[in-house]
């Protein structure tokens, strides 16, 4: 299994207080395709910009300016090429821990649809992890504690816990 | 705009194309040398930093338009990140790796952009956009570089040439300048995207997996005909940092099999892993502030870090908290339930209803029903040193939250091992015989008197819950669940596990263990795997060990004696001679000791001046004399007989292995390289090698020889010393692994004119002084320990040795007791330790008796005084042992205020005891503020004589406080209005002067 999968994609519908604009469906080849009555958009990423962007710029959930937009689509791109294979490769995890290492929140200053894109992908890995995993990503562990605590954003999630305190040597 | 980047990146290219597009500057920088690995990155007038490119070449456009990509636009860039990308950068690896050009991937993604492109001159609605630019820079290595380029269809390259051709794009590209040559594009691509590039392909097919761990590419399994060897060590208990005894007893032992297995070509898995269920988690993990689940983690990681340190070579080291264990261990206990093999009886217990859990006998305190203490434990009263159930305190509560249990019924399931034991005889009879001698006799003593009905579930949370309704709340006994946690481990690191477990024809399986892990190896899990009614591979051969002992006492991990397995890193001596030493005085036999004195003695005289000199002595000679090269072995009668002798250790050796006498396998080891030292030494090569041409020749020959000898010798130790094999295989240069294969003969596996590598010294001499250094850093407990390090003083002997060694034997047979108890309900296996507990107990208060009579009797002035101060002695007492067992405050807290409140009674008791305390003024306000200055001083003064009381026994070390603590109560007693003539004749001071 991938992360990127159609959960991902309905939980943050709920999220944004959204229907999904048209069916979603899964290819045999695993891609995510989102049929409406005009086309068919096919891929995770586009399919929840597709989503995002139908629901306009009034919620200061989406982004609200070119560069909102650009950073939204980089971290869906994370999502989609490195955070995807997080639960069959440690690297993946890795990687995303060291792009979290300046952040606290993904996009400006604020909580946004692409942290919550990110909470869900990442979320089934995290509730595995043992504390010394989570530990070794610390970065991510930070971003993904604060953002956890989000009512909205939980919706049903059980809140994965955290040591403050380093429990291992290294 | 700056760009941050390296010159070859066609993510570069991508924002300087959009870039010039849009007439926009853009300053380019290379990365830090640090950052090198990370894809380009845009950093924005604003500060904001892009690192995907992709997303970047969209807002520069984005920005100058004014209008957003269209979504036709995002699912190409969406394709472009997931697909094309990875691919493309996968084959330029490949391709700069000396690999062919040929990718029938990477051909698919280029047929599709050529499909799109069909009749248009652009991918989207026929206007230039960030998809053209994105696909276009991406392919721009593959076009541009000619060992690539072939692989490109020729009406794509048209259109990539059409696009190359426009003013932005070219002024890119002489922007950039990017080198041509594939080495230089490889260079350039972050290696995580070359990870993924694979399961890009196929997304579906990338299963999840429990956790962060890649799954085991290559699992062994069985072949059939070959002779395939399941080892599994026992299951190191999770909640402490193992010993030097433990890991010589379990992990240690049968790594050293599992690699000799391997080494001698055998299918081999050696599998293992901590175990975690049980109220000793539950225990550990109240005390320190934890749940069951994070101490479970905390230890597994120590364990793995120890194990890791000294090379035990599992194949999987698990866990019993894993979700294959519960399958396993509840499809089992169903298996025997369907078939009649359980009995479930009712048993009364404590349940506390605040915390919804039946109370073991550790976890309740009450009054005691035959003497009235009020602090009786759940499994003896303190005061009158009886036994007690735990079912019989009156006012029981419990310890965690003080409230009143109740007493309730609880049905619990047994085993009914009755009924398996014939088939049970029936197996042990044919498999005892290849058992080591102690598990036989421990085994057979086990079932001689016949089997009774063994409880396998317990009424706690920590643990794998009975998978029947009434029973949910409750979870299996540790011991009925720990042993299939081979199987379960088993199953984590494979799928096909069954190919191990379900396959006895085929598998011959080794169980390594300490004895007493013998009775639930020999009996209970062999019962469980009969009685299921699968065909399950069941042990062959139980190899247990007796105890290793340190210098002249026991290793315990509940009094911290001894060496663990954390320590031994910071003592500067390598994990080899660890090994090495251990395995020398492995308890095979009997029980041996551990001795820092006998390790050092034998790593000088064995491993330094026999092995490692023999070894070292023969590469340097053919290095000076013979220019590293073998010389060629020319077979005298001498000759003959030495290897005669050396094929006769190789014999015993391999022999010894194959029953798993590793003690014994590590002697004929140093037998071979003691005859070498003594072939070398009557030979003298250094003299022949100055002689004449003969002479030489001769040298040359027994150079030869002996530097085959070693390669054997190597190739021997790869058991037990990995690192040395390793070493010793880098000096010698031998010709691929199979040098270090174990043969059956003695041959010659460096040939003549063969090229050796630098020699060097294998081992490092220990010294005395370290050696005694290292023995007084681990003397005493690990409290002594920690107490030495900060600067205490060393503990000498006690002086009362009598009442302390009467009061430790007490204290461990308390514990045995308490364990057994709390393992089993059969009052016919603990009563005997009852007994002898009991009968120390009387034992120790006739010494305490004979002890108190040898000082002068106290001179007793009232009575209640008296009874007091010893009331407070003994509650002191308690307090301080309850500190240093644990660091919880809940649990010594109640215990402390008691103190404080008999302290204060005292206090009372020795103000109006004396006639004349009626006419005794009460304190002057003005020294009110003395009072309390004086309080604290005594406060304090009393902690200092405490912890120097817990320290040590010493009488000499802490009197001199003890005396100042006198000193400052009687200054006290004074101020608060009691004269001191008064104080001195009753109450403790008045005994001290006498």
Redesign the interface.
């Known amino acids: 299994?991938?992360l990127c999968d159609a959960n991902v994609i309905t939980n943050t519908c709920k999220f944004l207080n959204l229907n999904a604009p048209g069916d979603i469906a899964f290819l045999?080849?695993?891609?995510v395709i989102l049929k409406t009555k005009s086309?068919e958009?096919?891929?995770?990423?586009?399919v929840l910009?597709?989503i995002i962007?139908s629901q306009g710029n009034a919620s200061h959930l989406v982004p609200s300016n070119?560069?909102e937009?650009?950073?939204l689509?980089?971290w869906l791109?994370?999502c989609?090429?490195?955070v995807?294979?997080?639960?069959?490769?440690?690297?993946?995890?890795k990687?995303l821990n060291?792009?979290l290492a300046k952040v606290n929140f993904l996009v400006g200053n604020r909580i946004s649809v692409a942290d919550a894109v990110l909470y869900y992908t990442i979320y089934p890995?995290l509730a595995?992890?043992?504390?010394?995993?989570k530990e070794q990503f610390c970065h991510l562990s930070r971003w993904f504690s604060t953002v956890q605590h989000l009512p909205k954003l939980k919706a049903g999630h059980e809140t994965i816990a955290f040591?403050r305190n380093p429990?291992?040597s290294n | 705009m700056k760009l941050i980047c390296v010159q070859n990146d066609p993510g570069a290219l991508k924002i300087v194309v959009a870039a010039h597009y849009t007439k926009q500057d853009v300053s380019i920088t290379a990365p830090s040398r640090t950052k090198k690995n990370l894809s380009s990155t845009l950093v924005l007038d604003s500060g904001v930093e892009l690192f995907s490119s992709n997303s970047a070449c969209s807002y520069i456009l984005e920005a100058s338009s004014g209008s957003n990509n269209a979504i036709e636009v995002q699912e190409f860039l969406e394709w472009e990140a997931t697909k094309l990308n990875p691919l493309v950068s996968s084959l330029i690896v490949g391709v700069s790796n000396g690999k062919k050009a040929e990718s029938s991937e990477v051909g698919n993604c280029l047929k599709q952009i050529s499909d799109a492109l069909k009749g248009k001159p652009y991918l989207v609605d026929n206007k230039l956009s960030a998809a053209d630019i994105v696909i276009w820079s991406t392919l721009y290595p593959l076009v541009s570089e000619q060992k690539l380029s072939k692989i490109v269809p020729s009406d794509l390259s048209e259109w990539h040439n059409k696009l190359s051709s426009l003013d932005s794009f070219r002024a890119a590209v002489e922007k950039l300048n990017p080198k041509s040559g594939v080495e230089n594009w490889a260079s350039s691509i972050p290696p995580v995207t070359i990870q993924f590039s694979n399961l890009s392909i196929a997304p579906s097919a990338v299963k999840s997996q429990g956790s962060l761990k890649l799954p085991v590419a290559n699992p062994v399994l069985p072949v059939k005909g070959k002779k395939n060897i399941l080892i599994t060590s026992a299951l190191p208990y999770v909640n402490n940092v193992p010993h030097l005894g433990n890991i010589i007893g379990c992990v240690l032992s049968a790594d050293v099999f599992a690699r000799y297995c391997r080494a001698r070509g055998h299918p081999t898995l050696y599998i293992s892993g901590t175990d975690e269920y049980g109220t000793a988690t539950e225990t550990k993990a109240i005390a320190e502030g934890l749940t069951p689940k994070q101490i479970c983690d905390k230890y597994h990681e120590i364990h793995s870090q120890v194990y890791k340190w000294f090379n035990i070579g599992f194949d999987h080291f698990g866990r019993t908290s894993h979700e294959h264990q519960t399958e396993i261990c509840q499809d089992l206990f169903l298996k025997l339930h369907k078939r009649g093999l359980t009995l479930t009886e009712s048993m009364e217990q404590l349940l506390c209803e605040n915390c919804d859990r039946f109370l073991a006998d550790r976890f309740v305190e009450g009054e005691c029903p035959l003497c009235g203490y009020e602090d009786a434990r759940g499994d003896q009263c303190d005061k009158c040193g009886k036994l007690v159930n735990a079912t019989e305190l009156k006012n029981p509560r419990c310890k965690l939250c003080q409230k009143k249990p109740v007493t309730k019924e609880s049905k619990h399931f047994f085993i009914d091992l009755p009924k398996i034991e014939p088939k049970l005889r029936e197996w042990m009879a044919t498999s005892s015989p290849g058992w080591t001698n102690n598990a036989s006799v421990i085994a057979h003593s086990w079932i001689k008197d016949g089997l009774k009905p063994r409880c396998i579930t317990r009424d706690l949370k920590w643990g794998i819950p009975v998978p029947l309704d009434g029973y949910r709340e409750k979870v299996f006994y540790v011991w009925f669940d720990a042993p299939l946690g081979y199987v379960s481990m088993t199953k984590t690191y494979t799928n096909d596990w069954e190919k191990w477990w379900k396959n006895p024809e085929e598998v011959e399986y080794y169980q390594f263990m300490a004895k007493d892990n013998v009775p639930f190896h020999a009996v209970m899990f062999p019962s469980t795997q009969l009685g299921s009614g699968d065909n399950f591979t069941i042990v062959n051969h139980i190899m247990a060990t007796e105890y290793l002992n340190y210098e002249d006492g026991k290793f315990s991990k509940s009094r911290g004696v001894g060496v663990f397995g954390s320590d031994v890193q910071d003592t500067g001596i390598p994990a080899d001679v660890w090994r090495f030493y251990l395995l020398y005085v492995r308890p095979e036999s009997q029980d041996s000791s551990f001795s820092w004195n006998d390790l050092m003695t034998k790593n000088n005289s064995e491993l330094l001046n026999n092995l490692g000199n023999f070894i070292n002595r023969a590469l340097m000679f053919v290095e000076k004399n013979f220019d590293s090269s073998i010389p060629k072995v020319e077979f005298t009668a001498e000759d003959n007989e030495l290897v005669k002798n050396i094929n006769e250790e190789l014999v015993g050796y391999n022999e010894a292995l194959e029953k798993a006498k590793l003690r014994d396998g590590l002697r004929f080891i140093l037998a071979v390289s003691r005859h070498g030292n003594q072939y070398m030494q009557s030979n003298q090569p250094w003299v022949l090698v100055k002689g004449n041409e003969a002479e030489k020749k001769r040298a040359g020959s027994i150079l030869g020889l002996s530097a085959n000898i070693a390669c054997l010798i190597a190739a021997l130790l790869r058991p037990y010393m990995p690192c040395t094999t390793e070493t010793i295989s880098k000096q010698l240069q031998a010709p691929g692994k199979t040098a270090f294969d174990i043969p059956d003969t003695f041959s010659i596996l460096l040939p003549e004119n063969h090229k050796i590598g630098k020699p060097a010294p294998l081992f490092s001499k220990i010294d005395a002084a370290q050696a005694d250094q290292l023995k007084a850093r681990f003397a005493g407990s690990q409290e002594d320990q920690a107490a030495r390090s900060s600067g205490g003083k060393p503990t000498p002997p006690s002086l009362s040795g009598d009442v302390a060694a009467l009061q430790a034997a007490v204290a461990a047979q308390g514990e045995k007791v308490r364990k057994l108890k709390s393992e089993t309900k059969d009052k016919t296996v603990w009563q005997p330790e009852v007994n002898i507990l009991l009968d120390l107990k009387k034992k120790l208060t006739e010494a305490e008796k004979a002890a108190a009579a040898a000082p002068p009797p106290p001179q007793a002035s009232g009575e209640d005084i008296d009874s007091l101060t010893a009331a407070v002695a003994a509650q002191g007492e308690k307090v301080r042992k309850l500190k240093a067992e644990t660091k919880d405050k809940n649990v010594w807290q109640p215990e402390v205020q008691k103190l404080l409140d008999l302290k204060k009674r005292l206090e009372a008791a020795s103000k109006n005891a004396p006639p004349k305390a009626e006419a005794a003024q009460p304190a002057p306000p003005a020294s009110a503020s003395k009072a309390s200055e004086l309080e604290a001083a005594v406060a304090a003064q009393g902690e200092v004589v405490r912890k120097l009381k817990a320290e040590t026994k010493d009488k000499t070390v802490w009197q001199p406080e003890v005396d100042k603590l006198l000193l400052l109560k009687k200054q006290l007693a004074e101020i608060q209005g009691v004269p001191a003539t008064q104080t001195q004749s009753g109450g403790k001071s008045g005994k001290k002067k006498k």
């Open positions: 299994m991938v045999p080849s695993g891609e086309k958009v096919k891929g995770f990423a586009s910009e597709s962007i070119p560069e937009l650009a950073q689509r980089q791109e994370i989609i090429t490195t995807n294979f997080a639960d069959s490769q440690s690297t993946a995890i990687e060291e792009r890995v595995r992890a043992t504390m010394h995993e040591s429990l291992y």
